[in-house]
């Protein structure tokens, strides 16, 4: 999604500011600029597609203060005059998030003279700064005002040509950081673009805005108090991800499971099928007491915590519901707060919706813990404890890695509780070994890559599929479903193998193909052949996927790895990830950030 870098100091911004958008690429963007100041005037260069066009349009102007961003679009097409920055007078300005009350302000501001070229919103809030500032005192009085009058989201970054010295800063909702250098000072809307330039940074907080000088920086909240802010270490580890030999980020982190759930496990799970989780901020007690899970998340995230559902809930016994974080926020469920604790699950810490449930379950005082990969991300900082996934960056904005780190995570936090509710330890050692085996059995998975391309080469050209599963497959079949609408572009639905007749059989011809989901289970199995054989009985194309061989009613087959029940829907769910993975290779598409799509969604 829409991703925010600026730079102040000695050095040329330009390149930096370039630099800074293609380490943020991996987000999802549509279109792409820059805003510099020279000599008090303001020189914007912008252009639809990749960074690298905006490299090959935009020379340096030698400028040493800038602003830039990667726009994925909300209001208006994708196009360059839509693309940020966009300059109204004196103030020129990069948005994220959405000004949800736009449409009255632009009338406003339209009666009093202002003209607008774009579509956008962004643009609206440049003129509202920009009207703001001709009473205003100073420009973060201007800016102060006009954002008390915008209902919505925002992270932002201005440059005004009065102050040509300065970078007005202010967050709600939408994530903004400061990076502290040596007399140079960088802003971003993720760290990944400031790693390497400095070792500090701060994180504004929602409703602040921060004045950024030359020779120092002011933080206020939008009504003038000084905010006291700290200064944190930014991890250099999460070093610019390089694709190490492989083709894409997406199958590179497809390959990097294995060392990713030993990384979510090391140290936690215990040799005694003990597991030490040191960040629930929950005694042994209230662990033990629990009587209510709820789990939220988007996306990848939320069909991880539908997984998640059907395991802890085997393995603790407590009811456990699973919440689409743009639904729950808005639904008023019905919640008993005693008892009860709230896992977030999200890969980046920044999503909206994920975000704004937070919110919701902490006016309800249930306890929240996040399931988050981003260290120091917004959802870390704001869940009252939680579980770092150690999943490393993830470029790919189609989500493999951090889904198996997710439900490692979820796995771990499960035992703990089910250790303490009583879980026999024979039992615990037996679910810790099925854990431990895991990344050795994922190894064994990507052994499938090879068939998971032949059958892609053949299949390439359907234009409908089903995902079925069945029980703890179910889940992953919908997780199956979304990763190859995401990066193949095939239309694909996810369907309990049960439900079939209920409906979507209708739909079943010989243009359609089923991906059937197999289990080891015996009784399970043979439900599932009986389903296969109504497909095909109606000249439905199978591709089956079984740690048993292929069974003679489906056309193609993908075989995995014989696991315990535990883990054999993470193990199933790989070869899923690489069937989809070489779907969209054989359809030419972009792999790592498929059209439309963002890697963090930062806006409703
Ligand atoms: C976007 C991404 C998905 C991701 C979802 C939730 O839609 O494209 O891959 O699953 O957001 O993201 P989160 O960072 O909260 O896990």
Known sequence: MCGIVGYIGGK???????????????????????????????????????????????????????????????HGEPSELNAHPHQVGDITIVHNGIIENYADLKVELEKIGYEFKTKTDTEVLAALIDNEYKTATDISHAVRTALNKVAGTFGLALLSQKDEDLIVVARRGSPLILGIGD?????????????????????????????????????????NKAQSVQLHDLDQDQVKAEKEGFEHFLIKEIHEQPQVIADTMRGRLLKDGEVRLGGLNLDDDELRDLKQIIIIGCGTAYYAGMLGKYLLERLTGIPVSVEIGSEFRYRDAALNPENTVALFLSQSGETADTLASLAEIKRRGIHSLGLVNVVGSTLARE?????????GPEISVASTKAYSAMLTAVMLFGLKV?????????????????????????????????????VASQVKDIEHTFYLGR????????????????????????????????????????????????PEDELLYAKSISNIEEIKARKGKVLSVSSRPQPEQSDYHLIVPKVSQWIE????????????????????????????????????
């Open 12 to 74: 040329s911004a330009t390149p930096i500011l370039i630099n800074g958008l293609r380490r943020l690429e991996y987000r999802g963007y549509d279109s792409a600029g820059i805003a510099t100041i020279s000599k008090g005037k303001t020189l914007i260069c912008k252009k639809q597609g990749k960074v690298a066009e905006l490299d090959k349009a935009c020379a340096d102007s030698g400028s040493t203060i800038g602003i830039g961003h990667t726009r994925w679009a909300t």
């Open 183 to 223: 007399d140079e000072y960088f802003i971003a809307s993720d760290t990944s673009a400031v790693v390497g330039y400095v070792e500090k940074v701060i994180y504004l907080e929602d409703d602040q805005l921060a004045v950024v000088a030359r020779d120092g920086y002011d933080v206020v909240d939008l009504n």
């Open 383 to 391: 869940v009252d404890g939680g579980i770092y996934l150690h999943a």
């Open 418 to 454: 089910a250790r303490l509710k009583g879980l026999a330890r024979s039992e615990a050692l037996e679910f810790a070994e099925s854990m431990e085996s895991l990344p050795n059995e994922i190894k064994q998975t990507l052994g499938v890559s090879d068939e998971a391309k032949r």
């Open 471 to 518: 029980s703890d497959l179910y889940p992953v079949a919908l997780e199956g479903s979304l990763k190859l609408m995401e990066v193949s572009y095939i239309h694909a639905q996810g369907y309990p193998t049960g439900e079939m007749k209920h409906g979507p059989i209708a739909l079943i011809d010989e243009g359609f193909l089923s991906v059937v989901l197999l």
């Open 569 to 604: 829907p993470l193990v199933i769910n790989v070869a899923l990830q690489l069937f989809a993975y070489h779907m969209a290779v054989a359809k030419g598409n972009d792999v790592d950030q498929p059209r439309n799509l963002a890697k963090s969604v930062t806006v409703e």
